[in-house]
């Protein structure tokens, strides 16, 4: 019997099911661990004032993209290797984002293949690209995803060196990657940071000549710094995903809720703004909308529903945050998308 309400009961149902290194792998914080504890309460120490007898005129959630129309503005982030979490894997997932109207984004080490997972969603995903060392071996796995019909690119560009690892069991692995990206080998007495990993990340001059290789839209992932967003503007990409990568990456980071307004002013409209890392509820949606946000990006909770129910899991995630994000305007008095963003929040 069901007496949490349904993200957490579906995080409890997730770590009773989970092999407890699977659970700790898709929980773990970078550094000492309190990242996601701080993202999560940016969103939620933003307060909202309720706005009664408001006549809503023609409610919708509808949120448009890059030309393309979504029933809600709820995407679904990129999570590497979903067959970890269930057999349904990406394919499951893809297929409730479609049930759902919404968007997904297929990961670099998505565990099913690309063009599975596309064409089992009856819908054009969009894909997030990590490097992969070099230009050559990153237009590989590239291109692979354009054939495949991905109708956007979000390259990831803030995790260069990882500490959320795990050793994959049988018959899991990045299954669109040609050959897994490894460290360099290094010498006695060198870094294996700045020797080894590092010497494999990207740098702006990648992005410059990522962005003449696409003719659809381009995304950079994982920018928390007002001077990042504005060269990314400048480099001609037509998205910014504001976030730390739910806390994975960097620890003693500020929440993605403090920057974020930073950057909407700095971008000033120029380009779609895309945020994640501790959305846990509608209301947070609402609250990043209402902050200048085009649309928000969830990553462990619809894990969570994953590992829980499978697809159907999913889908019951997704509902649930449309749902709340449909009480919260319904509470503030606002009937879509743009009326959010002249709401104001109270600290």
Known sequence: MQSLPLLPYFAQQARTKLPAN?????????????????????WQAKKLLPRPLQVLHHPSTQCELFGEQ????????????QKLFHADG????????????????VSSLASQPVEEIINQAQQALWFQLYWQGSREATAVLLNKALAAGASAIVFTVDAPVKQALIDLPAGIAA?????????????????????????QAPTWDDVAWLRQQLKVPLLIKGLMHVDDAKRTLALGCEGVVV????????????????????IVAAVGGQCKILVDSGIRSGQD????????????????PYVWG????????????????????????????VSNLAEIRKVELYA
């Not at 699977?22 to 940016?42: K, M, P, V």
């Open 22 to 42: 699977i659970w700790q792998y898709l929980q773990s914080d970078a550094g000492l661990g309190a990242q996601l504890q701080t993202n999560e309460a940016g």
């Open 70 to 81: 979504w029933a809600h503005p709820i995407m679904l982030a990129p999570v590497a290797y």
């Open 90 to 105: 990406e394919i499951g997932t893809a297929v409730a984002c479609n049930a759902q109207q919404g968007q997904m984004m």
């Open 175 to 199: 299954v669109n990657l040609a050959r897994p990206l490894s460290m360099q080998p290094i010498s006695a007495g060198q870094s294996p940071v700045f020797d080894g990993w590092m010497t």
């Open 243 to 262: 976030s730390n990568h739910g806390g994975r990456v960097l620890d003693s980071t500020p929440s993605v809720a403090a920057v974020l307004p930073g």
């Open 285 to 300: 949606v609402f609250k990043a909308l209402a902050m200048g946000a085009d649309a928000v990006c969830i990553g462990r």
């Open 306 to 333: 994953l590992a829980a129910e499978g697809a159907m899991g999913v889908a019951k995630v997704i509902r649930t945050l449309r749902d709340e994000l449909e009480m919260t305007m319904a509470l503030t008095g």
